[in-house]
């Protein structure tokens, strides 16, 4: 049995009784997270634009957008649902960002479908499984992988939300194979466009791409049913032979979860991962110190060279840009003491007072630090005009899998992007219920129509 198909099986074969309930409680905290970064990201411009283009190409009701109500086809909604989930990088991260990719998977499906909340919390650990299961097969080298353009999200995003469309859809091993090898064909994003609109595309057109597999596959559409191990397939053409181990992606199948082994991150701030390691240390000296901008002489950072390839706008011309830009990020957490969807808005980037706040910070690069060791370090020194000297690094920042937040904190995230959407209390309140006892609703329609303003 070939991986494609092993893969395919333990997907199909999976019962939500089966399933850990440490699996299904983590499972439901990432799909209330992610659910609110869309909220928010529904009032920002990409959204805005995303649900302009929506209703002028129209397509049967089907399903509904996040933040407007507008209602398309489920391929539709999958596209402008994931666009909004990841368009603020405000989603969850870890092995790359999967959630914004099956997410909206999820909601447009599983209201067409009108599925229940067992199907749709499966269906959600399934696209984890491959998503995280891909990713792992070539972890060791996704280094090379980002180095050359590729980013990994919507690489493996397109499989994991193919995994879930076809486990809403009930299709059987040979067509959930098909469902993968036809999303495979459409597995694409480069890292070319970070600091853009278009990064958020890249989950949205995952999301779509899932949908639109599993549903011409349920018709009859064929595709290679060896999309992994093929000697033409994505891995073979996409990560380049001898650079990931087949083996990984089926050795540990219903023995470990990829939610609680690595695990996600839950994002605080709206931005690159990347800076989530200095941001936590930089706000942690300004609190602890009660230090003011005015007062402050200079900050350094540290960071690999994998890292600077990612958070490369040392000057950044844009809001989107900073997101992608150390100096930024360090520049308006002494400004403002803070960190938000505000911040990466061009009007702050463009501002006087973030300008004189960039001059203040630099980026030491560490050639010397191994891949491994780059991923975790990010210390911090801030010099201050009287001569104190503070330092302070975090491994493990907060919301990382061995240092979550509370569910008080998650919630007090979901009440804030929901807040940008205009939601109203009585909706916010009532999604976070609905969301938690997500098992026992019949069908997800009271969840979409929770998320309306």
Same mark, same amino acid.
């Given at each position: 049995?070939?991986?494609?198909?092993?893969?395919?099986?333990?997907?199909?074969?999976?019962?939500?009784?089966?399933?850990?309930?440490?699996?299904?409680?983590?499972?439901?905290?990432?799909?209330?997270?992610?659910?609110?970064?869309?909220?928010?990201?529904?009032?920002?411009?990409?959204?805005?634009?995303?649900?302009?283009?929506?209703?002028?190409?129209?397509?049967?009701?089907?399903?509904?957008?996040?933040?407007?109500?507008?209602?398309?086809?489920?391929?539709?909604?999958?596209?402008?649902?994931?666009?909004?989930?990841?368009?603020?990088?405000?989603?969850?991260?870890?092995?790359?960002?999967?959630?914004?990719?099956?997410?909206?998977?999820?909601?447009?499906?599983?209201?067409?479908?009108?599925?229940?909340?067992?199907?749709?919390?499966?269906?959600?650990?399934?696209?984890?499984?491959?998503?995280?299961?891909?990713?792992?097969?070539?972890?060791?080298?996704?280094?090379?992988?980002?180095?050359?353009?590729?980013?990994?999200?919507?690489? +493996?995003?397109?499989?994991?939300?193919?995994?879930?469309?076809?486990?809403?859809?009930?299709?059987?091993?040979?067509?959930?194979?098909?469902?993968?090898?036809?999303?495979?064909?459409?597995?694409?994003?480069?890292?070319?466009?970070?600091?853009?609109?278009?990064?958020?595309?890249?989950?949205?057109?995952?999301?779509?791409?899932?949908?639109?597999?599993?549903?011409?596959?349920?018709?009859?559409?064929?595709?290679?049913?060896?999309?992994?191990?093929?000697?033409?397939?994505?891995?073979?053409?996409?990560?380049?032979?001898?650079?990931?181990?087949?083996?990984?992606?089926?050795?540990?199948?219903?023995?470990? +979860?990829?939610?609680?082994?690595?695990?996600?991150?839950?994002?605080?701030?709206?931005?690159?991962?990347?800076?989530?390691?200095?941001?936590?240390?930089?706000?942690?000296?300004?609190?602890?110190?009660?230090?003011?901008?005015?007062?402050?002489?200079?900050?350094?950072?540290?960071?690999?060279?994998?890292?600077?390839?990612?958070?490369?706008?040392?000057?950044?011309?844009?809001?989107?840009?900073?997101?992608?830009?150390?100096?930024?990020?360090?520049?308006?957490?002494?400004?403002?003491?803070?960190?938000?969807?505000?911040?990466?808005?061009?009007?702050?980037?463009?501002?006087?007072?973030?300008?004189?706040?960039?001059?203040?910070?630099?980026?030491?690069?560490?050639?010397? +630090?191994? +891949?491994?060791?780059?991923?975790?370090?990010?210390?911090?020194?801030?010099?201050?005009?009287?001569?104190?000297?503070?330092?302070?690094?975090?491994?493990?920042?907060?919301?990382?899998?061995?240092?979550?937040?509370?569910?008080?904190?998650?919630?007090?995230?979901?009440?804030?992007?929901?807040?940008?959407?205009?939601?109203?209390?009585?909706?916010?309140?009532?999604?976070?219920?609905?969301?938690?006892?997500?098992?026992?609703?019949?069908?997800?329609?009271?969840?979409?129509?929770?998320?309306?303003?």
């Amino acid at each position: 049995m070939g991986v494609t198909e092993q893969l395919a099986a333990f997907m199909v074969e999976t019962r939500f009784e089966e399933i850990p309930g440490e699996v299904i409680g983590l499972t439901k905290k990432f799909f209330l997270d992610c659910l609110g970064t869309a909220l928010a990201g529904s009032r920002e411009e990409p959204g805005r634009i995303i649900t302009e283009y929506t209703r002028e190409i129209g397509g049967s009701p089907e399903s509904t957008l996040v933040g407007s109500g507008f209602r398309t086809s489920a391929a539709n909604a999958a596209l402008a649902n994931g666009l909004m989930a990841h368009v603020l990088d405000f989603d969850d991260s870890g092995f790359s960002h999967p959630t914004g990719c099956i997410l909206p998977v999820l909601l447009s499906m599983g209201e067409k479908l009108r599925a229940s909340g067992r199907e749709v919390l499966t269906a959600h650990v399934m696209g984890y499984e491959c998503f995280g299961k891909l990713s792992y097969c070539s972890r060791p080298y996704e280094r090379d992988l980002r180095a050359r353009g590729y980013h990994p999200s919507p690489l +493996w995003g397109s499989m994991g939300a193919a995994a879930a469309a076809a486990k809403l859809l009930r299709l059987d091993v040979d067509r959930t194979r098909m469902a993968l090898g036809l999303a495979g064909s459409q597995a694409a994003g480069l890292t070319e466009n970070f600091g853009t609109m278009t990064k958020g595309f890249h989950s949205g057109n995952a999301a779509r791409a899932g949908v639109l597999a599993a549903l011409l596959v349920g018709k009859g559409y064929t595709a290679s049913q060896e999309i992994i191990e093929g000697k033409h397939g994505l891995y073979h053409a996409v990560v380049g032979e001898g650079n990931y181990d087949l083996g990984r992606v089926t050795e540990n199948l219903g023995k470990t +979860w990829e939610v609680v082994t690595p695990g996600l991150s839950v994002k605080r701030y709206p931005c690159c991962a990347g800076n989530l390691r200095a941001l936590d240390a930089v706000l942690g000296i300004v609190r602890e110190h009660n230090v003011s901008f005015s007062d402050v002489e200079s900050v350094e950072v540290e960071i690999s060279a994998q890292r600077r390839d990612t958070l490369r706008f040392d000057k950044p011309a844009c809001g989107f840009q900073g997101k992608f830009s150390m100096e930024y990020n360090m520049a308006a957490a002494i400004l403002d003491g803070k960190v938000d969807i505000e911040t990466y808005h061009d009007a702050k980037a463009h501002s006087s007072e973030m300008k004189e706040a960039l001059s203040k910070v630099r980026v030491i690069v560490r050639t010397d +630090w191994a +891949w491994d060791v780059g991923k975790r370090r990010s210390p911090v020194k801030v010099r201050m005009r009287d001569g104190r000297e503070f330092l302070n690094e975090v491994e493990k920042p907060r919301g990382h899998p061995e240092n979550p937040l509370t569910d008080e904190e998650l919630h007090a995230k979901f009440r804030y992007c929901a807040g940008r959407a205009g939601l109203s209390e009585d909706k916010t309140e009532g999604t976070i219920e609905l969301v938690q006892r997500l098992e026992t609703l019949g069908d997800i329609t009271s969840i979409m129509e929770s998320v309306t303003a």
